[in-house]
């Protein structure tokens, strides 16, 4: 697809390929590897300074943010300033933006919307809830933050008007396509409630079902059903029982709806991917809808999201839970693009997304980072190989690899059997067994980031393991042992060199023999190897 004001120039897309997903950018399948800004760092005067210590991390895209109250401080009258600072930053530090609309809903809160909005509770109202839950992020002499109601039809339409105005800008003013694609809102969803309680929440309850939605009930949740309810037409309150996790369905049938809307309304003026985010759940310490947004995007309505919401491109999981190979991989799935917007700073994680196709990933608070950090370096490695993996991606001749403490992880590319497991514990093992002294175990690792809140480096095994070619591998990572075998016959090790790529073409910087191939890959940091395997006949 062309947009007519950029020339002949193409729009970012996402296609679809053999094995997953590939985000098109200048008719190239492209990696958008970077990292998401604080909130408020758009706003900020260093902001050309900041997004310069982003490229020298080797990312290749930044998430900024558009605000509705700062581009429509009042109601009908428009400035998009802050929108191009953003624009001028990120081409000067050679970045593309992802940008997202913090519209009327962040963090299941509505911080964002104008002040003419917050101030007219009578034209938009606010969500009711019953209380009685511990509210994440907050304390017991907080400051009340706004809740505006998703079933307000004029707060939809004020937030689709600025909205559209957006687009309209960036199709004028970003003919280049720096941004690449939009969030539409950030972590939807209700809080201290499974369900909105307001008048027009209500009447919405008391509402028919959309067909496809009582069909899903029955299909796949019929433990959500109300006693007796076999039918497929009625209202809410008549098909579904009363549980938190009913209302949730809910919910996310209203918030999904209600962004879609935004998508149709936006593309239809600049036609860019559009997607939303989740604040996970069910997670610990937040075991109920409620407890976290109740009708975000979170696994469990998924697929209420994907017919309530078919404009947007993709569904995105925000990592900050421990267990971050299940979130990502909840999002995996073949009628979803796989993105990551946000995540903890936790390189493994980084590396298992890729090894399940995703086309990109974002460290929040990437503003804090160092340049020199194992992130940086994971960046700069993967920079040059970005091409190996997504033809990798493309064939499914890849996998991601992360190991807690004693795990192993057993793979198979056709006929050869692969068995990958933490090269450290390992050795500890053997070499003790042996009565050899052991490496050490690893010291406290070193803050990734060089300003605001510590984030150890990630100390786990992780890394992809590439098919490269009839029995050649490629491992990056850190801290693996990696074994072959096959059914009939034998396979060795032939040769191994560590090196990288740089544009997709290998440099050999050493050749890997005796106790070193124990680990292929370094054990404290991110490296890259070339494995050749031999093959012998019995």
């Not at 009708?295 to 569904?315: E, I, Q, S, Y």
């Not at 740089?502 to 005796?514: A, L, Q």
Request: net charge negative; with cysteine.
């Amino acid at each position: 697809m062309v947009d007519p004001a950029a020339g002949a120039r193409p729009i970012p897309r996402i296609e679809r390929s053999a094995h997953g997903f590939q985000f098109i950018v200048d008719e190239r399948p492209t990696l958008l590897l970077g990292g998401q800004l604080h909130n408020s760092t758009p706003t900020d005067v260093t902001l050309p300074d900041v997004l310069g210590r982003v490229r020298a991390l080797h990312a290749s895209v930044v998430i900024g943010s558009a605000s509705w109250s700062l581009v429509e401080p009042t109601e009908g009258r428009f400035d998009f300033s802050s929108v191009d600072r953003e624009l001028e930053a990120a081409r000067r530090a050679g970045l593309r933006l992802v940008l997202i609309w913090f519209g009327a809903f962040k963090n299941a809160t509505s911080t964002y919307a104008p002040t003419w909005v917050r101030a007219d509770p009578a034209r938009f109202p606010r969500a009711v809830v019953r209380g009685g839950r511990k509210e994440a992020f907050t304390h017991g002499h907080a400051t009340s933050k706004p809740v505006l109601s998703v079933f307000s039809e004029s707060l939809r339409a004020a937030d689709q008007r600025a909205f559209v105005s957006l687009m309209d800008h960036l199709r004028t003013a970003d003919p280049q396509h720096t941004v690449l694609m939009v969030q539409v809102e950030n972590e939807v969803g209700l809080l201290r409630d499974s369900r909105d309680r307001s008048e027009t929440a209500d009447a919405a309850w008391s509402g028919p079902v959309p067909d496809a939605i009582a069909r899903l009930v029955l299909e796949q949740h019929p433990d959500l059903l109300r006693a007796g309810a076999t039918h497929r037409s009625g209202t809410w309150a008549e098909l579904l029982a009363e549980s938190w996790e009913a209302d949730e369905l809910f919910m996310a049938w209203h918030f999904g709806t209600y962004l879609d809307r935004l998508a149709v309304a936006g593309k239809a003026s600049k036609p860019l991917p559009m997607f939303a985010n989740a604040w996970l759940g069910p997670q610990p310490g937040q075991p109920e809808a409620g407890d976290y947004p109740s009708g975000g995007p979170t696994a469990r309505v998924l697929d209420v999201w994907k017919l309530a919401a078919p404009n947007l491109d993709f569904l995105s999981p925000d990592v900050y839970i421990d267990d971050g190979k299940a979130a990502i991989s909840a999002y995996r799935r073949a009628d979803n693009a796989l993105f990551v917007p946000e995540s903890r700073v936790a390189t493994g994680n980084l590396f298992w997304a890729l090894g399940l196709g995703a086309f990109g990933f974002s460290m929040f608070g990437v503003d804090d980072i160092r340049a020199d950090s194992r992130l940086g370096l994971a960046y700069g490695l993967l920079d040059g190989m970005a091409d190996v993996v997504i033809a990798a991606q493309a064939e499914g001749r890849i996998a991601g690899i992360l190991l807690e403490e004693d795990e192993r992880q057993d793979l198979e590319f056709g006929s050869l059997r692969v068995v990958v497991q933490g090269a450290r514990a390992l050795l500890q093992r053997m070499l003790l067994d042996a009565g050899v002294q052991a490496p050490p175990a690893h010291a406290s690792a070193p803050s990734e980031t060089g300003r605001g809140i510590p984030a150890p480096a990630d100390t786990r095994a992780f890394g992809l393991l590439i098919e490269q070619g009839p029995d050649e591998f490629i491992v990056v990572g850190q801290n693996l042992a990696v074994d072959f075998a096959v059914e009939a016959g034998a396979v060795e090790i032939d040769a191994v060199e560590a090196g990288y790529f740089s544009d997709g073409t290998w440099t050999c910087t050493r050749v890997v023999n005796g106790d070193e191939r124990l680990a292929i890959v370094p054990l404290d940091e991110v490296g890259v190897a070339r494995v050749r395997l031999l093959r012998l006949s019995t």
